[in-house]
């Protein structure tokens, strides 16, 4: 299995449509949902359960892109919190993988979005083969 995502996401990476038509990941993270819709060229493709901000707290709303990437990162905001394959859209604020997968699906985080791990994985991989450019991050409440 370890092998098997990491190829899957390669072939949808390379598949491209026909010349002249700009390949684009899409990121669709519905706050009220607590969801997450991942869409490769226009076509839904994965559907993940997600947290974002708690009580007190913000997940900012609006259309971004990718500033960076981090596949190891700690937070020196909140005692050094792990955040596998970070993908950093908005100054600190990142959709990143979470060990509290128990936790997902409710509003629990400081801000960011938090994922599985594995479909974190899958999410930094495609961004990085898509591009930061070609990658759009639409949050809505």
């Given at each position: 299995m370890r092998v098997l995502v990491p190829m899957l996401v390669l072939l949808f990476a390379l598949w491209r449509p026909?010349?002249?038509?700009?390949?684009?990941?899409?990121?669709?993270?519905?706050?009220?949902?607590?969801?997450m819709t991942v869409s490769l060229d226009g076509r839904p493709t994965y559907s993940w359960l997600v947290s974002t901000a708690r009580r007190g707290y913000r997940t900012p709303v609006g259309r971004f892109h990718p500033g960076w990437l981090a596949r190891v990162w700690y937070s020196s905001k909140y005692e050094n919190a792990p955040?596998?394959?970070s993908i950093f859209f908005y100054g600190g604020y990142a959709i990143h993988g979470t060990t509290e997968i128990k936790r997902l699906g409710r509003p629990v985080s400081h801000g960011c979005i938090r994922l599985h791990p594995n479909n974190a994985r899958i999410l930094f991989d495609l961004v990085?083969?898509?591009g930061l450019k070609s990658t759009s991050i639409v949050i809505r409440r």
């Open positions: 026909a010349a002249g038509i700009a390949a684009e990941l899409g990121i669709l993270v519905d706050l009220s949902d607590q969801t955040m596998p394959h990085q083969a898509y």
